[in-house]
């Protein structure tokens, strides 16, 4: 392969702007689409340089990506693009993690360097095609003052400007090496951009650049990186948040011989070895006393109960969410249906467990910290006010990702602080790994939450009034405060997915009533979706059943003015041959979503063992509209990751939470999906002339599939997530 | 000190005869392709070959080794010419990767004791090996593929 990602990917910005300043007299105004403006500029060693690609005089072109590459893909398709639209050739084009810099390479979304919420190619599609497309006349223009020639004359095929009058051909490299560029770029707009059917590369399948170094084991991880003198720091975390050690007995744990500190941290006790087993030993020989918080106290088998309670009670003022029309409609329904829902905490469980290594000099005011994140300058930050310097005096290397999830994006980048603080007491670079049990037992959770929903349904079947109000704690609150306070202190992470775009539900209200209790939390691939999903799907399908109308029809009803919505339900109505009558207790259930605006509709086959419980999937299809295809094989295969991911969550993971201590502890309490639990899945990308919208988060949307299958099979409709076993049966008996 | 073969080549580690094969690999020969996942042997992120058979790493001590033939992903080919390397390029199995090693080791350790597993005999080995990204379908298609290709 030709494209590579570098290891230790980013270079800080200090190092682009030297490369400005070496540059000068050759720069020229390159206006960049994306943050502010930023200038580009040929170098005198002749290769034709900006913020976001590098032309070389031997044609490699270097495209920089900001995007934390954790197998969704994007790393690549942001690279992609903008080859696409330099006309590039791929097969020279190299690929690195772009320099840390929110101002040039922050999300338009975010308006920082943040991958999440699905929305990489989504938000970057047209400000990167644009800045490629400024290049590419850059390109063209040199050619046609040199040859003398109209620039309209001239074209490009990979890599190569092309006169097709004339038969002469000069290379993007050829042009580096002698490109003058014009004090102000030729205007491009988004009529300029190539048209979709010239695309070379979007539409059709490229092999992510980080793959092949995931075949052979040289994918380099933080977990990976060593560097000389190094030591491994191992942490004992408050079991709640905001606790603190109150007595320590270090004794047992110093004896354990490779030991070399035991230190004391504002939030828990931190062990410094010379190898990892000995961290781990040491630190399980801890004995702490910790300080009594409110949270020590918290117990969520009974806090869901409460949270169910005040969801039911409308008395209390909510936070309005999504309203429309007037929910007092609901008095002229001729039938009206009730329910409350439940969902648990779900852990992210990626597979790396969270780890940092960082390299604090000895007078304390520099630091190089490695790390696996989806917010490279919000940890950056974290580790410069952890050690009171500034961020410049922070060097970052941004390493891929062992699996993210919404765990890797804290504004405390609490994993990486615990490698800053050990390699500042001890004097010397500190590798931190938590355990699987770290992992979990300091977990940072999708929040359990309770659900009260009313809707009531006119004789023909429409939807006249939908009520909805969700009960739980806020994550966005715990994960990033001053970001929840930003955004009008609203509940994002619980309430994303509770609206409803695509369906015609002209009076509803869809509110929020927060709860505050001190637990950890966190976004979890799809925040609010995956819950969200099984809790509305499954009341659709409430409401279709009360109008005894086939879930399929009932939702066409819903989008009957949205052609894309029944386009996806027609699709997947053939591929799961929905009118089938299946045999053997299985049943099919189905969902549909408008998430964030991409389309997608999912129909699960499962059978249930009546006598034990225990729902297997056997078939999942899926039909996604996530508007023009960048890399749909790619598309597929995070839909299928999502399914599985997400099947996990809704059928067998659960957190419980017991004086504010954490109960599980491993993958032997904490069942995630295995090969053996996975279902065939067949997915079907529709690629239609629309902007590219998220694909990362939305298969997670299966829950809805699922426990509308799961209804179907039994007859009896659960309505608390995980679908346990023993709540479906109780289910069964009720 | 415990000698063992490392991808072919003898080795000689000085550690305490409990340190776990895992993090020898990991830390002291520096072959970090070998993942850490969970400690206890049941996500299968440190899968390697002893003797031609997969095993835990992490469940492996130094002592038990002593004398035998180990394998990493790194030694499984020097260029991923092996044919289930071969096999998760051409299905683009990855996506984080952080366990695609051990799920690789497992999948070469099958095929060279069952050179054509059915699928059923496919999803009962790899049950062993948990892939939070949810990759199981693409390695089925993988192991089906370099059974096939060889």
């Known amino acids: 392969m030709n494209q590579h990602i570098k290891a230790s990917g980013h270079r800080t910005a200090i190092n682009r702007r030297e490369a400005l300043a070496a540059a000068a007299g050759l720069t020229f105004s390159f206006l960049l689409p994306v943050g502010k403006d930023e200038s580009a500029f040929g170098q005198p060693s002749g290769a034709m340089r900006t913020a976001w690609l590098t032309i070389r005089q031997d044609g490699v072109v270097t495209i920089v990506s900001p995007a934390a590459e954790m197998g969704q893909g994007s790393r690549t398709s942001l690279a992609l693009i903008i080859a696409e639209e330099l006309d590039a050739d791929w097969k020279r084009v190299q690929v690195e993690m772009s320099p840390l810099d929110d101002a040039i390479y922050g999300n338009p979304r975010y308006k920082i360097m943040y991958t999440a919420g699905s929305a990489s190619v989504p938000t970057y599609f047209t400000p990167l095609r644009l800045h490629a497309a400024r290049a590419r006349r850059v390109l063209i223009d040199n050619v046609a003052e040199k040859w003398g020639v109209p620039a309209a004359e001239l074209a490009t095929e990979p890599g190569v400007v092309v006169h097709k009058l004339s038969g002469r051909r000069m290379t993007y490299g050829e042009i580096a090496s002698f490109a003058r560029v014009p004090a102000v770029l030729p205007a491009v707009t988004e009529a300029d951009l190539k048209p979709a059917a010239d695309f070379r590369y979007i539409g059709k399948d490229v092999l992510r650049v980080d793959v092949p170094s995931k075949v052979d084991g040289s994918a380099q991880y933080a977990i990976d990186v060593q560097v000389p003198g190094m030591l491994y720091g191992s942490v004992l975390r408050a079991p709640v948040e905001s606790s603190s050690p109150n007595e320590v007995d270090k004794q047992a744990a110093s004896q354990i011989p490779g030991v070399v500190d035991v230190v004391t941290l504002p939030y828990g006790i931190g062990i410094v070895a010379r190898t990892p087993e000995a961290a781990f030993a040491a630190k399980a020989k801890l004995k702490v006393k910790w300080s009594a918080v409110p949270g020590s106290t918290f117990n969520s088998v009974e806090a869901l109960e409460r949270y169910a309670e005040r969801a039911k009670d409308l008395t209390v003022e909510g936070k309005v969410w999504d309203k429309a029309g007037d929910v007092g409609a609901m008095s002229q329904a001729k039938t009206t249906v009730e329910a409350v829902y439940r969902t648990d905490y779900a852990y992210h469980a990626q597979m790396e467990p969270l780890n940092a290594l960082a390299s604090v000099s000895g007078s304390g005011d520099t630091a190089e910290v490695w790390c696996g994140t989806q917010a490279p300058t919000i940890a950056r930050a974290a580790v410069a006010r952890a050690l009171n310097i500034g961020p410049d005096k922070v060097v970052l290397h941004a390493m891929l990702l062992g699996g993210g999830f919404g765990r890797r994006g804290h504004y405390d980048a609490e994993y990486v602080v615990d490698a800053a603080l050990l390699s500042r007491a001890a004097k010397a670079p500190v590798k931190v790994i938590w355990t699987r049990e770290d992992d979990i037992h300091n977990g940072r959770f999708r929040p359990m939450t309770a659900h009260y929903l009313k809707a009531g349904l006119a004789a023909d079947g429409q939807v006249m009034a939908w009520r909805h109000r969700v009960c739980s704690e806020e994550a966005l609150a715990f994960q990033d405060s001053p970001r929840f306070k930003s955004r009008n202190e609203r509940a994002i992470f619980s309430m994303l997915g509770t609206e409803q775009p695509s369906y015609d539900l002209p009076n509803r209200l869809i509110d929020h009533v927060r709860q505050v209790d001190g637990m950890r939390l966190s976004s979890m691939r799809g925040t609010g979706n995956p819950p969200n999903a099984f809790v509305t799907e499954s009341f659709i399908d409430e409401l279709a059943h009360a109008h005894k109308a086939d879930p399929m029809e009932f939702r066409r009803g819903l989008v009957a003015k949205v052609p894309r919505a029944l386009a996806v339900l027609d699709t997947l109505s053939g591929m799961s041959q929905w009118q089938r009558k299946r045999s053997d207790g299985r049943g099919l259930g189905l969902c549909f979503r408008n998430e964030d605006g991409t389309l997608i509709g999912m129909v699960a086959e499962v059978s249930v063992d009546r006598k034990t419980g225990v729902v297997k999937v056997a078939n999942v299809w899926a039909v996604i509209d996530a508007g023009l295809a960048v890399q749909p094989d790619n598309i597929a295969a995070q839909i299928e990751g999502a399914i599985v991911y997400t099947m996990g969550a809704a059928l067998s993971e659960r957190v419980t939470i017991a004086n504010g201590t954490v109960e599980q502890s491993n993958f032997y309490d904490y069942n995630v999906p295995r090969m053996s639990d996975v279902p065939a899945i067949e997915v079907k990308v529709l690629s239609t002339a629309n902007p590219p919208s998220g694909i990362g988060e939305m298969g997670g949307n299966v829950t809805g599939a699922i426990a509308n299958a799961v209804a179907a099979a039994t007859g009896a409709r659960v309505r608390h997530m995980p679908l346990t076993p023993e709540r479906v049966l109780s289910a069964m008996r009720a | ?150």
Not at chain 2, 11 to 31: F, P, Q, S, T
Not at chain 2, 91 to 104: D, T
């Open chain 2, 1 to 150: 000190m415990v000698e063992f073969k490392l991808n072919g080549k003898p080795v000689n580690v000085d550690a305490g005869e409990d340190a776990r094969l895992l993090w020898i690999v990991r830390e002291n020969l520096k072959l970090t392709g070998t993942k850490y996942g969970c400690g206890t042997g049941l996500c299968g992120a440190c899968m390697v070959h002893v003797d031609g058979k997969r095993a835990f790493s992490c469940q492996l001590s130094l002592s038990e080794v002593a004398g035998k033939a180990v394998t990493t992903i790194e030694g499984l080919s020097p260029d991923r010419s092996h044919p289930v390397q071969k096999a998760w390029l051409a299905e683009r199995v990855p996506q984080c990767g952080y366990c695609q090693s051990g799920q690789i080791m497992s999948a070469a350790a099958l095929l060279a004791e069952t050179p054509h597993p059915s699928r059923d005999k496919i999803v009962e080995h790899m049950s062993t090996n948990i892939c939070r990204c949810g990759t199981y379908p693409r390695i089925v298609r993988a192991i089906e593929r370099a059974a096939r290709e060889g």
